[in-house]
């Protein structure tokens, strides 16, 4: 009778392929870091830049009572310190007399120095165009 042949020895992780799954752990978790990072820095940079070009007023934002977004937006503008004038739609009829209706479908709207309208809670597009407006002459 012949033995049987050995049984072949199942691969086992050894100290390098561990290290090595570490190494690519480590710098997954260091690039997800300074990504955020980044991201943290630009909001800063966006705040800022908005607080100082709304400091002297020129930022209102159209709202009404029942609109979740407007509360939510205005809470997160004032816990950073932005200045914004608030125009309830409902409350105050010359507010929405100045502004045609299909402008005041969805809310929250900003208008920048009572004439360009911005539509987005974004940061970016808020600076832009308060930067724009303030480099315009006054009518």
């Not at 739609?89 to 009572?114: D, M, N, Q, S, Y």
Request: charged letters at 25%; one cysteine or more.
């Amino acid at each position: 009778m012949t033995e049987p042949a050995p049984a072949a020895a199942a691969p086992g992780w050894t100290l390098r392929a561990w290290a090595g799954v570490g190494l690519v752990l480590l710098l997954a978790f260091a690039l997800a870091w300074a990504l955020q990072m980044r991201r943290d820095a630009r909001e800063r940079e966006l705040i800022e830049a908005v607080r100082v070009l709304s400091r002297d007023g020129g930022l209102q934002m159209l709202t009404r009572a029942d609109c979740r977004d407007c509360a939510a937006t205005l809470q997160w503008l004032r816990k950073v310190e932005i200045r914004i004038e608030t125009c309830d739609i409902e409350r105050e009829p010359a507010c929405a007399a100045a502004h045609k209706p299909h402008e005041l479908k969805r809310l929250p709207v900003f208008v920048v120095h009572g004439r360009q309208l911005v539509r987005s809670t974004e940061l970016g597009e808020l600076r832009e165009a308060l930067q724009a407006a303030a480099s315009k002459p006054q009518p």
